[in-house]
């Protein structure tokens, strides 16, 4: 019984990270939008959220859930995610191009005369970022909390 016991304290006190980085992101992303409402003026500002808010919600129809099966595949099997790995980033890459043009298509159609650039740079960091969440899937899968906490806050 108390084998049981440290074995759960022990996932419980590295999974507190998890809590650390979910933390730094919101309070980075708190930040950023409060520089960007300090800076610009009220349409730019609008243009911005409008943006991130399509891309965001676009970027969650192309993750496929891969971050998910590549943590339960690294659980499962630790020595072999390599394959797997490498055709989730194939998958993504090609996705990347179709989730792009998808972001012009709705901004073309819904917000006309939106500044082009800024919707390429704010739809390519979004799915960059998503993009991110694969490597962490995998640290999640192998357990690795704090390093991928530290990552991130560096």
């Known amino acids: 019984m108390f084998k049981v016991f440290v074995k759960y304290l022990k996932y419980y006190t590295g ?14 992303f708190f ?10 003026s009220n349409e730019i500002y609008g243009e911005i959220i409008t943006i991130f808010t399509v891309c965001n919600a676009t970027a969650f129809l ?3 859930g891969l971050p998910i099966y590549l943590q339960r595949e690294t659980a ?3 020595n ?3 394959r797997i790995y490498l055709e989730s ?3 993504q890459f090609i996705l990347s191009l179709v989730y792009i ?16 650039t800024l919707v390429f ?34």
């Open 31 to 40: 930040i950023l939008f409060l520089i960007f409402a300090r800076t610009y």
């Open 15 to 28: 999974s507190k990270y998890i809590f650390f980085q979910s933390l730094t992101e919101r309070l980075f």
């Open 76 to 78: 499962i099997n630790k």
């Open 62 to 64: 192309f993750n496929l």
């Open 101 to 116: 043009i998808l972001i012009f298509i709705i901004i073309n159609l819904f917000y006309g005369n939106i500044n082009y």
């Open 121 to 154: 740079l704010i739809a390519a960091s979004v799915y960059i970022l998503q993009f991110a969440a694969t490597p962490n899937s995998i640290l999640y899968g192998f357990m690795e909390f704090k390093v991928q906490f530290l990552t991130l806050f560096i």
């Open 89 to 91: 980033l194939i998958i």
């Open 80 to 82: 072999n995610v390599g």
